[in-house]
């Protein structure tokens, strides 16, 4: 289960999951039309950092941004069997990737 999506810098606002399902939506006004959505909310950035933290490139990513150099981004999540885990992964340092494992916390830099 995902528990949370983080980054290093205090502008991003950390994304928290709860058990069960959870939907990311845009806002929508009373003048939306019926396919219309509110860009700009971070869905698809969401799935962006997530999809980074797991080892993606940053070819086209909106992450490859040179305002987001000193940034790195993680997230927590369970596995079931297998425990706990926090992944942390920086953009100028794309080919190491932080895996911390609970409870004894201990890091491994994978490259």
């Known amino acids: 289960m ?3 999506v983080f980054a290093s810098e ?16 845009a806002a929508r006004h009373s003048d ?14 969401l799935l962006e950092i997530v999809h980074f933290c797991f080892g993606s490139t940053l070819d086209k990513s909106p992450l ?22 926090e992944i942390e992964r920086a953009i100028l340092k794309p080919q190491s990737i932080s895996i911390k494992t609970s409870p004894d916390t201990k890091t491994t830099q994978v490259v």
């Open 10 to 25: 205090s502008e991003f606002q950390a994304i928290h999951f709860r058990p069960g399902l959870n939907v990311v939506t």
């Open 64 to 85: 490859n941004n040179a305002d987001l150099n000193q940034w790195s981004f993680g997230m927590t999540f369970t596995l079931p069997f297998a425990g706990s885990y």
């Open 32 to 45: 939306s039309g019926e396919r219309d959505s509110r860009n700009g909310a971070g869905k698809s950035t």
């Open 2 to 4: 995902l528990h949370e």
